[in-house]
């Protein structure tokens, strides 16, 4: 495959770029108030009574802009760029695509505002407030017509799975957000009781499994194959796991909420869909790692590459983890402990945020027609996102599991607080780490787009 990008290709593709902006400034902001909380548990009175600074509200604040302020949206700048380009065709309106780049912008805007500012439904995930729910579910269902409209002036007869992935995931998360939100009870966004917390869980967990994994593993399924220069091992395969992930994955959120009085039947579907993940898991990671046999000086020498071939290994730990957390007798040690918090970071940064900045990289050069500005600064951001992950995950993991067998033994909260007390302390380090990387990050792809030197390719 020549390395020789043609000139029609880098015109164009506003939609990804703006998404690539989009990402890269909200991964600084995302993780600044991710390294906020940190210290908050580090130094509690630090802040002072800042009301907009309370742990309760910059909580959410930063998991919400993980997910759709750097996350999703990184991932979308990917699947703009390959969506078209699979099927030899251009994206069906640019305009459009545009144009929900800045709804997508003012939402994430409103999102800090409203939950600064006390704003909340008070549900995991899904605190937002109703008029942004409709805004979030206007913007997937009108992105999912522009790429079905894609699809139907096609002059690629064939689909590739990394289409079916990224479309796929795009008109699901509206369906899920939709029924997770709770947007018909717009006063409240909740239902009552015990239907609530399995609503909130069916959102919650599909969150991760029918948005940012179905993204991330289309975008692997095309930057692994490309930069190896080899066919997909098994397009069979790839089917195998597509369908496999839509029937498993989207009724195992209630292993979340085992230990409260969720219909017996309920949990059991859940437990046992959650092992059953290992079947997707292991056709994608085999599907993926076969595609790469004898080819790792070349996903080594691409960076983009290099950072989605480090999210497939770590999205074999997150689904080693997560089906073992998912069983009751793990759950009485693990549940309510910092354990979750790690597994969460696993998935969320180490697997779908890997994936979304290798997948950046990849396609800058193809959008600008030039080189990254700067290959060291982007290995330096991958060594500093590696080592604040890992470091991150292994002391969270070592916390939870202090605290769940302090609780088992009936030691009460705030007895084991000062034996958090140096765990949270390396953890503010690895967060800083995670934010220096979030820096260079915006650095590298502003310049790249926008302010790079180098010669045309």
């Known amino acids: 495959m020549s390395t020789q990008i043609p000139e029609t290709e880098s015109q164009g593709y506003g939609t990804a770029k703006g998404f690539c902006i989009t990402a890269s400034f909200w991964m600084v902001i995302a993780t600044l108030y991710g390294l906020t909380t940190a210290i908050e548990f580090i130094a509690p009175d630090l802040l002072g009574n800042i009301s907009w600074l309370q742990f309760g509200r910059i909580r959410p604040i930063h998991t919400n802009l993980v997910i759709f302020g750097f996350v999703t949206p990184g991932l979308l700048a990917v699947g703009h760029y390959i969506v078209p380009k699979l099927l030899r065709t251009r994206l069906y309106s640019e305009k459009l695509g545009i144009f929900l780049v800045l709804l997508w912008n003012i939402m994430l805007a409103a999102i800090v505002v409203t939950l600064a500012t006390g704003h909340t439904q008070g549900r995991e995930y899904a605190e937002a407030i109703w008029p942004i729910d409709i805004l979030v579910a206007v913007i997937f269902v009108l992105m999912f017509y522009n790429m079905a409209m894609t699809i139907k002036h096609r002059n690629e007869p064939i689909l590739y799975v990394s289409v079916w992935y990224i479309t796929s995931a795009v008109i699901l998360t509206a369906f ?234 009936g030691e009460t909260v705030y007895r084991i607080l000062p034996q958090m007390h140096m765990y949270n302390i390396v953890r503010g380090s690895m967060g800083f780490l995670i934010v220096v990387g979030a820096v260079i990050g915006l650095y590298n792809i502003i310049r790249s787009l926008f302010f790079n030197p180098g010669e045309s390719l």
């Open 176 to 409: 899920v957000y939709c029924i997770g939100n709770v947007i018909w009870v717009p006063h409240a966004g909740a239902l009552t009781g015990i239907p609530d917390a399995i609503i909130l869980w069916f959102y919650g967990h599909n969150v991760l499994g029918l948005l940012l994994t179905p993204l991330a593993v289309g975008i692997a399924y095309y930057v692994i194959p490309s930069v190896c220069r080899t066919p997909l091992y098994s397009h069979t395969l790839s089917l195998v796991g597509f369908w496999s992930l839509l029937i498993l994955y989207s009724h195992i959120g209630t292993h979340h909420i085992i230990q409260a009085p969720v219909p017996t039947w309920l949990k059991v579907i859940s437990i046992v869909g959650s092992i059953g993940m290992i079947i997707p898991v292991l056709v994608v990671l085999i599907n993926l790692w076969f595609t790469a046999k004898g080819k790792l000086a070349e996903i080594h020498a691409n960076i983009g590459a290099k950072f989605v071939f480090t999210g497939t290994i770590i999205y074999l730990f997150t689904c080693i983890q997560g089906p073992m957390q998912s069983l009751p007798q793990v759950q009485r040690l693990t549940h309510f402990s910092n354990w979750v918090v790690a597994h969460a970071h696993m998935g969320v940064l180490g697997f779908s945020g890997m994936i979304a900045i290798g997948g950046i990289y990849f396609i800058l050069p193809r959008l600008t027609g030039k080189p990254i500005f700067s290959r060291a600064l982007a290995d330096f951001q991958y060594w500093m996102i590696l080592i604040g992950l890992s470091g991150f995950m292994v002391t969270l993991t070592m916390a939870g599991l202090v605290q769940g067998n302090s609780w088992l033994n």
